[in-house]
């Protein structure tokens, strides 16, 4: 009767060992877990190689080349490439002024808050088969 008893409870005591160890571990996690670096939200990247022509006919100078957003909403555009490169609004060789980033590093950031609907063309200085496009809409 009282080995019975006491395997009763050796096995309770293992299992309140085991949901107790399972909760430590998960708080654990929750703790140690690294989080997620924050990217900003509508995110144009300028990828390695944009300076060669290739990317030009593919749209894939600045990605994504086309993007909607809604009035008051800004864009940043990362330089990903090892080359500079500009963010600069119209098209090559005809710029609008509306904003320009002139050029940017590597790794540079450049960002502009759109505050009116429109299409708004967009290019670089340095490499005329770039080019993008932020849609402006409600
Ligand atoms: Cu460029």
């Known amino acids: 009767m009282n080995k019975k008893i006491g395997i009763v409870i050796g096995v309770i005591v293992l299992g309140m060992i085991f949901v107790v160890s399972n909760i430590n571990f998960e708080e654990q996690a929750e703790i140690t877990q690294p989080e997620e670096p924050e990217e900003p939200e509508n995110l144009v990247l300028m990828p390695v190689k944009a300076a060669r022509p290739d990317c030009g006919p593919n749209d894939e100078c600045y990605i994504p080349a086309k993007i909607t957003i809604k009035p008051g909403e800004t864009v940043y555009w990362k330089n990903q490439d090892a080359a500079f490169h500009s963010v600069t609004s119209g098209f090559y060789d005809?710029?609008?002024?509306?904003?320009?980033?002139?050029?940017?590093?590597?790794?540079?950031?450049?960002?502009?808050k759109f505050t009116e609907e429109g299409i708004y063309d967009y290019y670089c200085t340095l490499h005329p088969w770039m080019k993008g496009i932020i849609l402006v809409e409600r």
Not at 97 to 107: I, M, T
């Open 94 to 112: 005809d710029p609008d002024g509306l904003f320009d980033s002139e050029l940017l590093d590597p790794e540079d950031i450049f960002s502009y």
